[in-house]
């Protein structure tokens, strides 16, 4: 009997590996635009005269942007295509970071690096890699799915030391207009590399109508408020509080800014294997007291710092970043079991919910702790502040149920679904 699915699009040898090469560097390309802004609030403050507060509602409201657009981005995939969709993303964060070299007034940060870079930021995130990963990958789905939130990391993390050298050397405009050149320089090789590996047939619903009418079945039960919460604690106690203003906090007590971000750097390193332990962990444990402990030892961290920041890096403040990085990504997983054990085949739209909540605490978090060092005159509220909403989430991680009511168990290892690039493979004898 002959098979009925549709014949996949002729292909070269390894296109896909080169698909997913095309989509790390425009992962990484963006994710370097992500943390950038922590960078930027000192250099803001003192060339521009603008208050921390100011400079805070740019990095709120690009991280609610980011979060906003990451359930919509496989809308515009599905329409366009995802070479479009990636080059169109690098054009919003070049054009951002380009346009914010020319600023005078704190209106424009916002505009340029909270809407721009914000869009082009959350349509190649997450969303992006899932969807890579689905249309060119079947048997290498996981290990694909790790080496691009990877490349995230990378982004994020790696090119904080070259960055604060440059503002440290030379000033913030050059760092910005560095990022809007590399971004112009992945341009044709994104294009030339990331490509949809066929048509695929128009999908029953809307893509976006979907996302919606998810979002509204979820946002009737308990269990999706428990995981936006305290995912929001997750995105407030990191992007929020660590990558906005542990730099400027490290410089309060003479630290050179290069070394605080080469501290970042390290953390980011230990996201790596902390995410790659929590999905192990995950297999095996209730995902409810892994979050809990997580939190917890999080929050530990955070009411710990003040004590240990100093002029200087030395041991303890070695072992902070180390501790937090090993903590710092590792919610994920064990967030995505429990919104698969209620939601089912909504998972992945319910988790790009959960996510902008996340970016929600992570924006709010940002622009709050701008005022209070404004106000306070110093960052220690914020570490206290944030190690206090750890303790919250810790604890309602406990209480989020399974279905009916029933415990949550460690979910059971899932069968790999057909890809839509590839054929099915024919079912065993029997």
């Not at 003479?254 to 390193?269: F, K, N, Y």
């Not at 890096?313 to 919610?331: I, K, N, R, S």
Request: aromatic content about 8%; glycine content about 10%; some cysteine.
């Amino acid at each position: 009997m002959k098979n009925s699915s549709p014949r996949p699009h002729p292909r070269k040898p390894g296109s896909p590996w080169i698909v997913a090469a095309g989509a790390a560097l425009a992962i990484v390309t963006a994710g370097a635009f992500s943390t950038l802004a922590g960078l930027l609030v000192g250099p803001l403050h003192e060339d521009l005269g603008w208050s921390r507060a100011s400079v805070g509602l740019g990095s709120l409201v690009n991280m609610v942007v980011y979060g906003a657009s990451a359930p919509f981005a496989a809308a515009l995939m599905d329409r366009f295509g995802m070479r479009r969709v990636a080059v169109g993303a690098l054009c919003l964060v070049g054009a951002g970071a380009g346009l914010a070299t020319t600023m005078t007034a704190p209106w424009q940060f916002v505009l340029y690096w909270g809407v721009l870079v914000g869009l082009g930021t959350g349509a190649t995130a997450t969303t992006f890699a899932a969807t890579v990963t689905e249309r060119w990958f079947v048997a290498r789905r996981g290990l694909v799915t790790g080496l691009l939130t990877a490349a995230s990391v990378v982004g994020q993390f790696v090119f904080l030391p070259v960055l604060s050298w440059v503002i440290d050397a030379y000033s913030w405009r050059a760092a910005a207009t560095a990022l809007a050149l590399a971004a112009a320089g992945a341009l044709p090789v994104v294009w030339a590399a990331v490509r949809d590996p066929r048509k695929e047939p128009a999908p029953r619903e809307d893509v976006a109508r979907r996302a919606l009418r998810t979002l509204a079945r979820a946002a009737r039960t308990g269990p999706f408020w428990l995981l936006a919460g305290t995912f929001s604690v997750c995105g407030a106690s990191t992007n929020g509080v660590m990558w906005t203003h542990f730099a400027p906090a490290a410089h309060d007590h003479g630290m050179p800014v290069t070394v605080a971000a080469s501290l970042l750097s390290l953390i980011g390193i230990f996201n790596v294997a902390g995410t790659v332990a929590s999905g192990w962990l995950t297999d095996r444990a209730d995902p409810r007291r892994l979050l809990a402990v997580y939190y917890a030892l999080r929050g530990l961290t955070l009411l710990a710092l003040p004590l240990l920041l100093t002029s200087a890096v030395d041991a303890p403040l070695v072992a902070f970043t180390v501790v937090f990085g090993l903590l710092d990504v590792a919610t994920v997983p064990p967030t995505i079991a429990l919104c698969r054990a209620h939601y089912g085949t909504d998972a992945p739209v319910v988790f790009g919910w959960v996510s902008a909540a996340h970016q929600v605490g992570a924006g709010a978090v940002a622009f709050a702790g701008g005022m209070a060092r404004d106000a306070f005159g110093s960052y220690d509220p914020v570490w206290v502040g944030a190690g206090a909403l750890c303790a919250g989430a810790a604890l309602l991680a406990l209480t989020v149920r399974g279905p009916r009511g029933r415990r949550v168990t460690p979910p059971a290892p899932a069968t790999p679904r057909r890809s839509r690039a590839l054929p099915a493979s024919p079912p065993p004898c029997r």
